[in-house]
């Protein structure tokens, strides 16, 4: 898939004092909004379960809540509705069975924990392991985060999709067959308007902390996050393998 279409917001200097009850002025400040716990929520914390679309793989779950992580499984049989590709992925946000609607303007913070096993490789082309999107059919991303080959060197990195802005990017390979914490920070906005912050940590190391301001993070209609696998079967690098995707941890923050 071509990079064709169209936060953690660095923390301004003084932060909007917003009026609540009663006239007293407070600070804006991250607001918790949702949270994803497999063993109590399953699969219910997200909007919809894309889980073998085209029933290539009958009879095979690929997504579960396991404890305390979720797991996304991908065989090399497994087949997309569009059948150049792969996709087994969540998307959206649930809180008490309604939807958590992301809108232009709104700045959001995702943060969880990610094991990207050994036999999940970095492609020539496109693996997405989390994206943005506007729902509905044929929409394009609006920003991914993704396991990719350039120049024989394996890198997740993370892009807005307008402009094919790269955000930021780091070696895959130290960051595998173990547990790391991601961040994704977004101001939704369109043209110019949008910023990202996106920042990977190693235990107490800071991997990567990288800031995009001035770029287009809104498609239309509403934004929202989807996690898994997404992967184009055009590899030339003979990287597609049997593999899966733990994820824990998951929530979501906005600033108000």
Known sequence: ???????????????????GAGGVASAASWRPKWRARPDVDGLGAFESVEDDRADSHPGVRHIHAQGAHYRFDMHTRDRDTSTDRQRNEVAGMRTDGAAVVLREGERWRFTYSMFIPSSLRATSTFTHVMQTKMPGVGSLPVTVMSLRRTGGASRVEFKVVEGDVLVGATDLAPLQDRWIDTSVEIRIGDGSAGRVRWVVRDGGTTVLDKTKSGVDTWLGDRLRPKWGIYRSLGDTSGALRDCHLLLRDLRADKFE
């Open 1 to 19: 898939m071509g990079i064709t279409r169209r936060s953690i917001l660095a923390g301004a200097a003084t932060a909007p004092l917003l009026v």
